[in-house]
T-cell receptor, first 112, second 114 residues
Framework: GQSLEQPSEVTAVEGAIVQINCTYQ??????LSWYQQHDGGAPTFLSY????GLEETGRFSSFLSRSDSYGYLLLQELQMKDSASYFCAAPMIKAAGNKLTFGGGTRVLVKP | DVKVTQSSRYLVKRTGEKVFLECVQD?????MFWYRQDPGLGLRLIYF???????EKGDIPEGYSVSREKKERFSLILESASTNQTSMYLC?????????????FGNGTRLTVT
């Protein structure tokens, strides 16, 4: 099977840095994606890491270590609008199309 | 921008009813998905389709069926709704067969079965 574990909730203040960890167990691995979902909204794609290392997109960065079966999403210079749930996700093995297995989600609460 | 439209935002049905959830995408995507979202459990895949009339079971297909008669439309069917199917249902689409092809989600249908 395949599973992804992430913390359920993180609280931080505006301007701070938050790291959301994701550990995974799969019998095969094809990269790690991150999605953001605001309350009442649709999940939206943030990033995808196929290879080890850090990918930076503005204030958000995503990191992958295949040897440690671990990745994280880094949110820098936190803003109130970053309050949302964040999901890590990985493609299922040997599957046509991009079937993703999702982690349980991390709710990020940004306080003033 | 890709648009994935789900026909209902909120739906209330009675136990035993047959329920249809409709999803339409406007970007000619090959792949379409139905996920169920419950607190603490993340998103769980019910069914997906990578072509018209093709379907594959996801992780939790029991009690559900799907239909894809046209490329842009993917329907989720609850044959006989039960209270444990009360949930948020999310439809998504993606293009091609690349693992980095992002999923585009609709806004969801919150279904309550009483």
């Amino acid at each position: 099977g395949q599973s992804l574990e992430q913390p359920s909730e993180v609280t931080a203040v505006e301007g701070a840095i938050v790291q959301i960890n994701c550990t995974y167990q799969t019998s095969g691995f094809y990269g790690l994606s991150w999605y953001q979902q605001h309350d009442g909204g649709a999940p939206t794609f943030l990033s995808y890491n196929a290879l080890d290392g850090l990918e930076e997109t503005g204030r958000f960065s995503s990191f992958l270590s295949r040897s440690d079966s671990y990745g994280y999403l880094l949110l820098q210079e936190l803003q109130m609008k970053d309050s949302a749930s964040y999901f890590c996700a990985a493609p299922m093995i040997k599957a046509a199309g991009n079937k993703l297995t999702f982690g349980g989600g991390t709710r990020v609460l940004v306080k003033p | 921008d890709v648009k994935v439209t789900q026909s209902s935002r909120y739906l209330v049905k009675r136990t035993g009813e047959k329920v249809f959830l409709e999803c339409v995408q406007d970007m000619d995507h090959e792949n379409m998905f139905w996920y169920r979202q419950d607190p603490g459990l993340g998103l769980r895949l019910i069914y997906f389709s990578y072509d018209v009339k093709m379907k594959e079971k996801g992780d939790i297909p029991e009690g559900y069926s799907v239909s894809r008669e046209k490329k842009e439309r993917f329907s989720l069917i609850l044959e006989s709704a039960s209270t444990n199917q009360t949930s948020m249902y999310l439809c998504a689409s993606s293009s091609g067969f690349s693992y980095n092809s992002p999923l585009h989600f609709g806004n969801g249908t919150r279904l309550t079965v009483t």
